[in-house]
Protein backbone atom coordinates (compact mmCIF):
# COMPACT_ATOMS: atom_id res chain seq x y z
CA UNK A 1 0.00 0.00 0.00
CA UNK A 2 1.29 3.19 -1.17
CA UNK A 3 0.08 6.46 0.30
CA UNK A 4 0.37 9.35 -1.98
CA UNK A 5 -0.30 13.29 -1.26
CA UNK A 6 0.04 16.25 -3.26
CA UNK A 7 -0.26 20.05 -2.47
CA UNK A 8 0.73 23.72 -3.86
CA UNK A 9 -2.68 24.09 -6.00
CA UNK A 10 -4.81 27.17 -6.16
CA UNK A 11 -5.94 29.62 -8.39
CA UNK A 12 -4.01 32.05 -10.51
CA UNK A 13 -4.68 34.35 -13.23
CA UNK A 14 -3.96 33.18 -17.35
CA UNK A 15 0.23 33.85 -17.65
CA UNK A 16 0.89 32.91 -13.93
CA UNK A 17 2.74 30.07 -12.17
CA UNK A 18 1.86 27.59 -9.57
CA UNK A 19 4.31 24.63 -8.26
CA UNK A 20 3.09 21.66 -7.08
CA UNK A 21 3.94 18.76 -4.96
CA UNK A 22 3.91 15.03 -4.23
CA UNK A 23 5.16 13.02 -1.23
CA UNK A 24 5.16 9.30 -0.99
CA UNK A 25 4.60 8.78 2.76
CA UNK A 26 6.77 6.04 4.33
CA UNK A 27 9.26 5.73 1.66
CA UNK A 28 12.79 4.49 1.58
CA UNK A 29 16.17 4.90 0.39
CA UNK A 30 15.01 3.82 -2.93
CA UNK A 31 13.76 6.06 -5.84
CA UNK A 32 9.79 5.80 -7.44
CA UNK A 33 8.89 6.11 -11.20
CA UNK A 34 6.47 9.04 -10.70
CA UNK A 35 3.98 10.74 -12.88
CA UNK A 36 1.23 13.99 -12.96
CA UNK A 37 -2.14 13.45 -14.31
CA UNK A 38 -4.87 15.84 -14.31
CA UNK A 39 -8.81 15.24 -15.13
CA UNK A 40 -11.28 18.00 -15.44
CA UNK A 41 -14.55 15.98 -14.03
CA UNK A 42 -16.65 14.19 -16.04
CA UNK A 43 -13.38 13.34 -18.22
CA UNK A 44 -11.15 10.85 -18.17
CA UNK A 45 -7.61 11.81 -16.09
CA UNK A 46 -4.98 12.34 -18.65
CA UNK A 47 -1.38 11.98 -18.26
CA UNK A 48 0.95 15.08 -18.03
CA UNK A 49 4.78 14.38 -17.17
CA UNK A 50 6.72 11.57 -15.65
CA UNK A 51 10.55 11.21 -14.50
CA UNK A 52 11.47 7.53 -14.00
CA UNK A 53 13.77 5.99 -11.96
CA UNK A 54 16.36 6.10 -14.57
CA UNK A 55 15.98 10.03 -14.87
CA UNK A 56 13.96 9.70 -18.17
CA UNK A 57 11.63 12.81 -18.23
CA UNK A 58 8.69 12.94 -20.56
CA UNK A 59 6.08 15.82 -21.04
CA UNK A 60 2.53 15.80 -22.94
CA UNK A 61 2.48 17.93 -25.84
CA UNK A 62 0.28 20.41 -24.60
CA UNK A 63 2.65 21.41 -21.75
CA UNK A 64 6.13 20.61 -23.31
CA UNK A 65 8.15 24.15 -22.97
CA UNK A 66 5.82 25.24 -19.93
CA UNK A 67 5.66 22.78 -17.31
CA UNK A 68 8.98 21.26 -15.43
CA UNK A 69 8.40 18.03 -13.82
CA UNK A 70 11.76 17.06 -11.15
CA UNK A 71 12.24 15.53 -8.00
CA UNK A 72 14.24 16.10 -4.42
CA UNK A 73 17.38 13.89 -3.50
CA UNK A 74 15.60 11.65 -1.44
CA UNK A 75 13.88 10.63 -4.98
CA UNK A 76 10.30 10.37 -3.04
CA UNK A 77 9.05 13.78 -3.77
CA UNK A 78 8.23 15.02 -7.00
CA UNK A 79 7.53 18.82 -7.94
CA UNK A 80 5.85 19.90 -11.09
CA UNK A 81 6.36 23.72 -11.92
CA UNK A 82 3.85 25.13 -13.98
CA UNK A 83 5.02 28.70 -16.20
CA UNK A 84 2.72 30.24 -18.54
CA UNK A 85 -0.70 28.76 -17.22
CA UNK A 86 -3.73 28.93 -19.72
CA UNK A 87 -7.36 28.71 -18.85
CA UNK A 88 -7.43 24.84 -20.64
CA UNK A 89 -4.77 23.93 -17.50
CA UNK A 90 -7.68 23.80 -15.25
CA UNK A 91 -8.00 20.54 -13.76
CA UNK A 92 -7.34 18.21 -10.89
CA UNK A 93 -3.64 17.54 -10.52
CA UNK A 94 -3.31 13.79 -9.49
CA UNK A 95 0.18 12.54 -8.55
CA UNK A 96 1.24 8.65 -9.47
CA UNK A 97 3.74 6.70 -7.90
CA UNK A 98 4.86 3.08 -8.66
CA UNK A 99 7.54 0.65 -8.13
CA UNK A 100 7.47 -2.86 -9.77
CA UNK A 101 8.05 -4.60 -6.50
CA UNK A 102 6.47 -2.95 -3.79
CA UNK A 103 3.38 -1.20 -5.50
CA UNK A 104 1.72 1.66 -6.66
CA UNK A 105 -0.43 4.56 -5.38
CA UNK A 106 -2.51 7.68 -6.42
CA UNK A 107 -3.07 10.78 -4.57
CA UNK A 108 -6.26 12.58 -3.88
CA UNK A 109 -5.27 15.42 -6.06
CA UNK A 110 -5.09 19.34 -5.77
CA UNK A 111 -7.16 21.45 -7.62
CA UNK A 112 -5.61 24.29 -10.30
CA UNK A 113 -8.15 26.73 -11.58
CA UNK A 114 -6.95 29.21 -14.34
CA UNK A 115 -9.17 32.11 -14.86
CA UNK A 116 -9.35 35.80 -15.57
Known amino acids: QVHVVESGGGSVQPGGSLRLSCTVS????????MAWYRQVPGTQRKWVAGITTGGVIRYHDSVKGRFTISRDITQSTAFLQMDSLRLEDTAVYLC??????????WGQGTQVTVSA
Open 26 to 33: GSDSKPWD
Open 96 to 105: YANRPYDGDG
